[in-house]
């Protein structure tokens, strides 16, 4: 297990830390790997009865490292990506997540797998899809529209411009707002945790799968109608462009990128 990730088991509750601070704990194919493993452990293991997702107080997640996109694309469904979106999506224990500044991406769309979402009040939500040349994940193209209502996903989604903790909050992609420095303690979301754990296992489980089973199967469709879609633009112009710009730290053109 590389150190981009820390995994502690403790009273019932298994806590992911993403730890890869210098690149914005940066998603990379390898995290992607590590985390499915991970969540295929705890959902076997007796020992996890609650998950807990956080990053670090000053960013939780600059989503997926552009470097990868480069050097090793998502594209099919297969992609260690899209397992741990799988994974995540059909989890059946209860999993929380603590959000402290930016949340760029899978940072964002990955919370809405998680049950219950604790945020700083630094934290910054991004979904910039289409200003890389891409397009959503994670199913987000149909759970954020539930959760937001159309115009405000699309003003998410097309426009791609970042809004933070109050209105995540207000849109119901989060349970609460703290201030960083409890929410990097975690505090909020262990006392939650340690709620939880101390609950039954099988009701939880129970209520999380009917709660989810309405649309569980509609949402792995989307996740895979996204990866075909995702894998196509990955190999655009307008991707390459994007990717280009940001390893050259400027900013991209997209004027000689056409629509197909
Ligand atoms: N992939 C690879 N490296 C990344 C990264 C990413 N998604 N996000 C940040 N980094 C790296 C930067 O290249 C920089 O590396 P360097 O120190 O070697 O130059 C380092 O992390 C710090 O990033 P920086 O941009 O200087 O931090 P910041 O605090 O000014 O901004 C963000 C933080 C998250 C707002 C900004 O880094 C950002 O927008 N990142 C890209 C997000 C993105 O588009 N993700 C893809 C979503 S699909």
Known sequence: MSQDLLIHTEAGVTTITLHRVD??????????????????????????????????????????????FLHHPPTGEDAPVFQFL????TFSKPVLAAVCGPAVGIGTTLLLHCDLVYAGDNAAFALPFVNLGL?????????????????????????????????????????RVLPPTECNAYAQAQAQAHKLAAKPLAALVATKRLMKQGQQATVLERIAQE??????LLQGPAAKEAFAAFMEKRRPDF??????
Do not use: W
Not at 227 to 232: D, L, T
Not at 255 to 260: P, R, V, W
């Open 23 to 68: 690149k914005k704990n940066a998603f990379t194919q390898a995290m992607y790997t590590q985390l499915t493993q991970a969540l295929g452990v705890a959902e076997s293991d007796p020992a996890t009865r609650v998950l807990v997702l956080q990053g670090d107080v000053t960013v939780f997640s600059a989503g997926n490292d552009i470097g990868d």
């Open 135 to 175: 397009c959503p994940e994670a199913a987000s193209s149909l759970l954020l529209p539930q959760m937001l209502g159309y115009h405000r996903a699309a003003e998410a989604l097309l426009l791609g411009e970042p809004f933070m903790a109050e209105a995540a909050l207000e849109a119901g992609l989060v349970n």
């Open 86 to 89: 799988r994974a995540l999506a």
């Open 255 to 260: 004027s000689a990128c056409q629509a197909s």
């Open 227 to 232: 990866a075909h879609a995702f894998g196509a």
